[in-house]
Structure formats: C-alpha cells, structure tokens
C-alpha cells in the first residue's frame, strides 16, 4: 500500500512533468535560489531541471533546518521554504521563481494599482518578516504563497517563510518565531501581530493585494484590500 510520503512525491513529480509542458517563457532577470537540501535528496537536482535559468546555489539558508530554500537576489527580499515544496506548493515555488525574472513582477504591478487607489503607505518601523503556513494538498494555499514571495520584491529588506505544516519541528519553529499557537486551518499568514486565515476569492492579483494589505499597512483590511483591485 502507498504510504503519504510515496503519494506526495509521486504527485510531486507528476507536477513537475506538467510545468515543464507549459513552462512560462522566462524574463531578462536570473532568479537566485540557495538550496539546503537534504544530502542525497532529488529535490535539487530536480530545481535545476525545472529552472535551468535560475542561477541554484547549495547551502544553508539561515535560522530553517534542513530541508530550506531561499529565493531571492538581486538586493531584493528572500522568501524561505521551509520544508520542501510539494504538490501544489511546488507550483507556487516555480511561479515565484519566474516571476522574479520579470522586470515588473505581480507585486509590483498590483501595488501600483492600489497606491492609485488610496492604499495606505508602509507605516515606519513596519514588520519585515513574515510567516505563512500550508500543506501540500491545500488548493487555496498556492495563491498565497506565491503572493508571500512575490511580495518580498516590493517591501525593503523584506523576509517571508512559508512553512510546510504537516513537518512537526518546522510547525514547532512557525509558533515560535510567529507567535501564533493552536492552528486549526491553512493558509495561515501571520505578520506582526495579526494572524489572517484563508485566501482571498480571485485570482492572483487578490492574492497579492491581500498579502500587500497584511505586510505593508497596520490598519488595512487585507480583504478589502483584495477586492479593491477588482473594482
């Protein structure tokens, strides 16, 4: 009988195969990605398959056990994979990765929209770290996480970890350095002292100005936020 772990890297791979039958062109960026694999794992290999364009550094990616995976470069901010990316999640890795060699990412195209709007500026002394929890088989997870690194280009000094919930130590870490206990559902986003549980209803530009509302402005209403950019 398949056991969990078997299915998930099964599918895990199946994934794969499917990103690079429709793999995104990619844009004049390299995307920087520091891999802290477990030694012998397939999974680096496998990244360097899926984004032969992104320049794949081994090492350690600070304060996450291994396995970790920090995307990031270019003086911008690093968004931290705390476990590995699976199924759906690996999805929301690889569209993160292109979209950091875009010249104008999501991010900074939805952040645009809602300054245009109104959107409250970043208040000084905003919070630069935050922490999104997700499991592999969470369908509205993607969407967030791939929001969560975006995101990192458009906030200086920005660092984002998204947390592989169904690992205990790693579950144990995402309470710690969050703050938050107890966690019940996913995605669970968690920046400053608020916790925001759920994704937003759309697509990715919701997903991103919800994560935008929650990182940048104490007051907004990260949902309001993401239905904003619909209107």
Same mark, same amino acid.
């Given at each position: ?30 995307? %920087? ?82 300054? %245009? ?58 309470? %710690? ?53 619909? %209107?």
């Amino acid at each position: 009988m398949e056991g969990l772990v078997d299915r998930l890297v099964r599918g895990t791979v199946e994934v794969a195969g499917e990103w690079l039958r429709r793999r995104p062109g990619f844009g004049p960026r390299r995307p %920087e990605l520091v891999a802290a694999d477990l030694e012998g794992s397939w999974f680096t290999p496998l990244l360097k398959t899926l984004l032969p364009e992104a320049l794949v550094v081994e090492g350690e990616v600070r304060g996450v056990p291994r396995p970790a995976f920090e995307l990031g470069g270019g003086g911008e901010g690093t968004a931290v994979y705390a476990g590995y990316p699976l199924l759906h999640e690996l999805e929301a890795f690889l569209a993160a990765a292109w979209d950091r060699s875009l010249e104008r990412g999501a991010a900074a195209a939805v952040l645009s929209l809602l300054e %245009e709007r109104g959107f409250p500026a970043e208040p000084e002394g905003a919070e630069r770290e935050a922490y999104l929890l997700v499991t592999p088989e969470c369908p509205h997870c993607p969407r967030v996480a791939f929001a969560l690194a975006s995101a990192s280009r458009v906030v200086p000094g920005a660092r984002y970890f998204i947390v592989d919930a169904y690992d205990g130590a790693l579950l144990e870490l995402f309470a %710690e350095l969050s703050g938050v206990e107890g966690v019940s559902a996913v995605p669970l986003l968690a920046a400053g002292d608020a916790a925001y549980v759920g994704a937003p209803r759309g697509g990715v530009a919701s997903a991103v100005a919800y994560v935008l509302a929650a990182l940048r402005a104490v007051d907004a209403d990260p949902a309001e936020a993401a239905r904003s950019v619909k %209107e």
